[in-house]
């Protein structure tokens, strides 16, 4: 079989990604994102003229993406995307004609990009969402949202793409907890959740927020990330290495709600009494059970099992699919049996062991603890 990309394209660094790019534009209906522009900006001349004339091989199906690429992008991606409309036109395939432009009033302000972080330990998140007025002024909205208070933090205001740009290099580079672009329509949706929450909690939303909230009236709620309908028990059991990973190294039960497990775990492990090995091992199981089946009743285990959900989507978004599995395969699984669960049972004990720390003083309780930081950045 031979491939419809010339030989110019094979195997060019960024061209997997290009097609992959044109090909979601198109399943758009020609809707082509920035992060999609620069991917295919970033190809050399002869690549970029190669992946567009073979895109273009799928006739009309190719018009709507190459002609929203002949008016936006870099010059060489405009520029490639014109002859690929020259080739189409002469083969007698072009674009119906457009009908006679109205006078219009600017598009209204909308959402044109956004951003997420991971999840920390306390179930919280930064958001960042650009909304353009359709005049060319950008506005970025800047929140912080927890799983369990709502929205915590808002600030933001006007910015220029220049300093966007540069605010965002500056950001992955400091920040300890990944950070990708996601669709504008599910960061409204995770907005709404949390305003659903308040409602739910008969609080309000910072008043910073005020500024903002009319911009996510309306909003419909996120659908939640799918998992598995049967989760893969060898997955499961080595869930226990997404501890390993930096950015879950604040997961773990709230010590302050196993502080009297922490202790009687330190008195188990500090009796005089000559007991076995076994025997010691088996009451602090006991423990570690009683505090999974008490923390982890509905409620919590859901939030628990949206927090893994979610995580699996980060690790998706920045090429790392073994994580996301063991995460997706963990959230699953989390649904039946949390006692059995070795990850929720490895939380249980981080967070024991944590509590133990505070009660003999090695660690103050405000520095670990996980309810969410009002105001600022989600905890690493």
Do not use: N
């Not at 001349?45 to 870099?74: H, I, K, M, Q």
């Not at 669960?341 to 603890?369: C, I, T």
């Amino acid at each position: 079989m031979t491939s419809s990309v010339p030989a110019s394209g094979q195997g060019a660094p960024g061209a997997d990604r290009a097609r992959a790019a044109l090909d979601a534009a198109a399943g758009r209906g020609g809707e082509i994102l920035p992060s999609e522009l620069d991917v295919l900006a970033a190809l050399d001349p002869e690549t970029l003229d190669g992946t567009l004339r073979a895109f273009a091989a799928r006739g009309a199906d190719a018009l709507p993406v190459l002609a929203a690429l002949a008016e936006s992008g870099e010059r060489a991606v405009r520029r490639a995307a014109r002859r690929a409309l020259y080739r189409l036109a002469q083969r007698g395939v072009v674009p119906p004609p457009a009908a006679p432009r109205p006078v219009v009033a600017p598009r209204a302000e909308h959402a044109a990009r956004a951003w997420l972080s991971g999840i920390d330990g306390s179930g919280s998140r930064a958001t960042w969402i650009l909304f353009e007025d359709g005049r060319g002024g950008s506005t970025l909205c800047s929140l912080i949202l927890s799983d369990t208070a709502g929205i915590v933090d808002a600030a933001g205001g006007a910015i220029s793409k220049r300093r966007l740009a540069r605010e965002l290099g500056e950001l992955r580079a400091s920040q300890k907890l990944p950070w990708v672009e996601t669709e504008p329509a599910r960061a409204l949706g995770l907005v709404a959740e949390a305003l659903r929450l308040h409602e739910a909690l008969g609080t309000a939303p910072p008043a910073a927020f005020a500024r903002w909230r009319q911009r996510f009236e309306g909003a419909p709620p996120a659908t939640p990330p799918a998992l598995p309908a049967e989760a893969d028990p060898t997955l499961v059991e080595r869930s226990l290495e997404l501890l390993e990973l930096p950015e879950l190294a604040g997961w773990f039960l709230d010590p302050e709600s196993v502080q009297a497990d922490a202790l009687a775990l330190l008195e188990a492990r500090e009796s005089r009494l000559v007991v076995s090995d076994a025997v010691k091992a088996e009451r602090e199981e006991a423990i570690v059970s009683r505090v999974v089946e008490r923390e982890l009743d509905a409620a919590p285990r859901h939030r628990w099992q949206r927090r893994l959900a979610e995580m699996a989507l980060i690790f998706e978004a920045t090429g790392r699919p073994e994580p996301a599995r063991l995460a997706a395969a963990a959230a699953a699984a989390l649904e039946r049996d949390p006692a059995r669960h070795p990850l929720a049972r490895a939380l249980a004990r981080r967070g024991l062991e944590v509590a133990g720390e505070v009660a003999v003083g090695r660690l103050a309780a405000a520095d670990v603890s996980r309810k969410p930081a009002v105001p600022g950045s989600p905890r690493p």
